[in-house]
């Protein structure tokens, strides 16, 4: 059973909208253990966010992670037809969130 | 350019053995802590094992524990996972990735394909 939780499960929303991804580890942990991936499917998945809020290189700034303790959010703005994907919150660099599908 | 291909999967008969290689290049490999992830069919992202510079430091899932053996060959840029007594639930794609920045793997391979089926 994983140690982090993420809902929704599934999200479809239309272009230029924006997303609100949840991720919910089951203890208080430290925000600079916190990671957002990218994944679609027959591609490597992509890391986004690290340190809860730190955007890696190459992330658009339409990609914002923020939170602490047990409860973090990864919000994607204006949202793309191309952000359909598969989006992972990570702990610790182990332990990964079951994921939301994100469908634009 | 950064890269990390994988290498090694192919089907397997539930209890056999495999090892799968990652070769690195275009980075300071000895520097990096180093990941193996997979994903089976249908299932999310999964975390296998990490494996710190120089081999002091290794963790492993629990589903793996006692099964597999993560580790790495500096001098020659490569990763390694050594997985026995393998089993249906195994089947999945294995990646490699690499850890640039603190808690987050930033440098992934396309990972290669292990089938355990009899």
């Known amino acids: 059973e994983s140690l982090l939780t993420q809902s929704p499960g599934t999200l479809s929303l239309s272009p230029g909208e924006r997303a609100t991804l949840s991720c919910r580890p089951r203890?208080?942990?430290?925000?600079?253990?916190i990671a957002w991936y990218q994944h679609k499917a027959g591609q490597a998945p992509r890391l986004l966010i690290y340190?809860?809020?730190t955007r890696a290189t190459g992330t658009p700034d339409r990609f914002s992670g923020s939170g602490s303790g047990t409860d973090f959010t990864l919000t994607i703005s204006r949202l793309e037809p191309e952000d359909s994907a598969v989006y992972y919150c990570?702990?610790?660099?182990?332990?990964f969130g079951p994921g939301t599908k994100l469908e634009i | 350019e950064v890269q990390l291909v994988e290498s090694g999967g192919g089907l397997v008969q539930p209890g056999g053995s495999l090892r799968l290689s990652c070769a690195a290049s275009?980075?300071?490999?000895?520097?990096?802590?180093m990941n193996w992830v997979r994903q089976a069919p249908g299932k999310g992202l999964e975390w296998v094992a990490k494996?710190?510079?120089?081999?002091?430091?290794?963790y492993y899932a629990d589903s793996v524990r006692g099964r597999f053996t993560i580790s790495r060959d500096n001098a020659k840029k490569s990763l390694f996972l050594q997985m026995s007594s393998l089993r249906a639930e195994d089947t999945a794609v294995y990646y490699c990735?690499?850890?640039?920045?603190?808690?987050?793997?930033?440098?992934w391979g396309l990972g290669t394909v292990v089938t355990v089926s009899s």
């Open positions: 990735a690499g850890s640039g920045v603190p808690y987050g793997s930033d440098m």
């Open positions: 275009g980075l300071r490999f000895g520097s990096y802590w």
């Open positions: 494996i710190n510079q120089d081999e002091s430091e290794i």
């Open positions: 203890q208080t942990i430290s925000s600079t253990t």
């Open positions: 340190g809860a809020s």
């Open positions: 990570q702990q610790n660099d182990a332990s």
